[in-house]
């Protein structure tokens, strides 16, 4: 796919949920977008994922919906919370009408396919997104908006998203010299057991709470003690049940960064099970039902709040800017976001922009989003924090804490235009 002079040339290093969210919002009429991915592309992690009210909002606006039936997905009608002795403490129902939308519920490959198809179909505005794979780009010129991949290629745009997750390269080109070594990735002290399986698996454990299999209407369970909490529920129409269960990192020391596979070990039902000595039976047996093929270990990281995600014709979005915990399902929400965010500022764009037509678009990005988006990862860390008082099986930590401020967003325009009617009014 060739591209004309006179198009406004986007590159976007990334192709998973980020990149290819920030294609379908970027793509429009004279445009030409291309996403570079270093892998091949022939499948996304498995496991379940989230799309907050705040996101679904989003997708449906950018026409997203008939795409995301191919995806399976689930409505999530709520959280129902166990302390540590099983019984039910707290019930958070999520309705549509409180925040205009729904939590939904995929398989991450599942909602990864169908965006890859929502970018390069025909059905959208602008022409198809052009997906480059194996095409791993090793460093970035911010200022030129130029990308250099592993074989000494060079990539030139008018614009350079970079949503390459938590190891960024373009964070790195982005930060300098000076700044980069200060936001490395870090290490959070705990870690994540992530475990799918058929839901059928389920169906023989004794003494199951009936709401923790429910699947239409799907309800997220958690259960929560000290340090340790599980977040589960089902996926991919109801075929299939995951669950996250963190526990303290026992690995925080071991700081090998040498492969992407580094902070990733095969987990096993036996360490899990030891993990959460003296929770109920029912959970215990849960995850003993788990094959051990199909339990993973990784270790949790995030990132500082950034002083800046943009230098010249090049940006970072998603885990690349502000890669957060998994304590409120806002990570892939949050990319989305700056998808929209990127699209609304650049939205008068059709030819080739000046440099200033994009330094000062991906200034109002910063000015719309930096405080919104640290503000959350700061809770998702929050939530990370021993759930229950010591001593005690009381749960302190109520998930629906943060649901207004995360989910009652329409757009960057918009939310830049609530923050100045505060300021004006303080």
Known sequence: MGCNDDQFRIVIVGGGIAGLTAAIALRGPNRHITVLERSRMLHETGALISLQPNASKLVTAWGLDPFLKSAQPLIDRGFRIFDKTGNVVSEVP?????????????????????????????????????????????????EEGIVILKDGEQVQGDLVVGADGIKSVIRSAVLGAEDAPKHPPIPTGLSAYRVLMPLSLLQNIP????????????????????DRR????????????????????????????????????????????AAYEGFPQWLLDLFGTAPDADIGLWQLRDIDPLPRWSRGRTIVIGDAAHAMLPTQGQGASQSMEDAEA????????????????????????????????????????????????????????????FLAYNCDYNGAVDWLARQKAKEAKA
């Open 342 to 401: 990127l699209a609304a500022f650049l939205e008068g764009v059709t030819g080739r922009p000046s440099e200033k037509n994009v330094t000062d678009a991906l200034q109002k990005v910063w000015d719309a989003r930096f405080e919104r988006v640290s503000l959350i990862q700061a809770y998702s860390r929050q939530q990370a924090k021993p759930a229950t008082e010591a001593g005690s099986n009381t749960v302190t930590l109520n998930p629906g804490e």
């Open 230 to 273: 599980v977040i589960m529920g089902p996926g991919r129409g109801g075929d299939l049940y995951g669950l996250v269960a963190l526990v303290p990192d026992a690995t925080a020391d071991k700081q090998d960064d040498s492969d992407d596979n580094s902070w990733v070990r095969p987990g096993s039902k036996k360490e899990l099970q």
């Open 207 to 226: 003494n199951l709470p009936p709401s923790v299999t429910k699947w239409d209407p799907a309800i997220t369970s958690m259960v929560m003690g000290g």
């Open 94 to 142: 999520l309705r549509t009408e409180r925040f205009g939308a729904d939590r939904v519920l995929y398989h991450r490959q599942d909602l990864h396919a169908a965006l890859r198809d929502a970018a390069t179909s025909t059905t959208l505005a602008g022409e198809p997104v052009h997906i480059r794979t194996a095409a791993g780009v090793v460093s970035c010129l911010p």
